[in-house]
């Protein structure tokens, strides 16, 4: 597990891999290892007929293609700031801002709600809960930070394999309720699809 300190910070903040903050008595974080997504086998694929040759990884970075020479699967990667997306319409390397699922629009900053050019400002930073937490970046191999009050907002990056969750589980729907469990930091791509609800998206 590696931890990130902030030594010049007012109180040092540490994060872990992934961080669940209760909101509420109704919390419900058990998770079922079934629903864990799998990714479709070469040979579904590459030896079909009905199916595309091109599909993604669980990470969303990731994507396979059918060599047609060699009918073998070659694993290829989305460019910066894209990520593999199959569903309502898309398929192929999509823009993250574009996405019609899966990114929790809730935790991102007005000026990315917004489409504008989503970057963080120093106004964020006086705001008390971006001040307390970590919040997601359009680009979910990202997440910001507030280092102290008078500072921009740090764009950090999780480790290899991780993506950054901001996700409410449980009953009632979670933030708008204030019931539920608020799953935030950095998981396994597995994890990420799972509490996204993007495990159909691939």
Known sequence: MKWLTMANM???????????????????????????????????????????????????????????????????RCPAGRGFFRGR??????????WPACLDRRSLPESQNSGSSGNATVELCKDEMHLQQTWAAVDPNKFYMCQSEHSAPLLLS?????GYVSAWTGEGGGVHSGEGTHIVGCATWEKWRMYMHCTDFY
């Open 89 to 98: 319409g898309y398929f192929g390397c999509i823009p993250y801002a574009d």
């Open 10 to 76: 007012q109180s040092p903040i540490t994060l872990i891999s992934l961080l669940a903050i209760v909101s509420g008595v109704k919390s419900n974080a058990s998770i079922s290892s079934a629903n864990k997504p799998s990714k479709p086998t070469e040979p579904e694929y590459c030896n079909s007929t009905t199916q595309a040759h091109m599909w993604g990884d669980v990470n969303p970075n990731i994507f396979y293609i059918c060599d047609e020479s060699t009918n073998a699967t070659r694993q290829m």
């Open 158 to 162: 999780c480790e290899a394999g991780k």
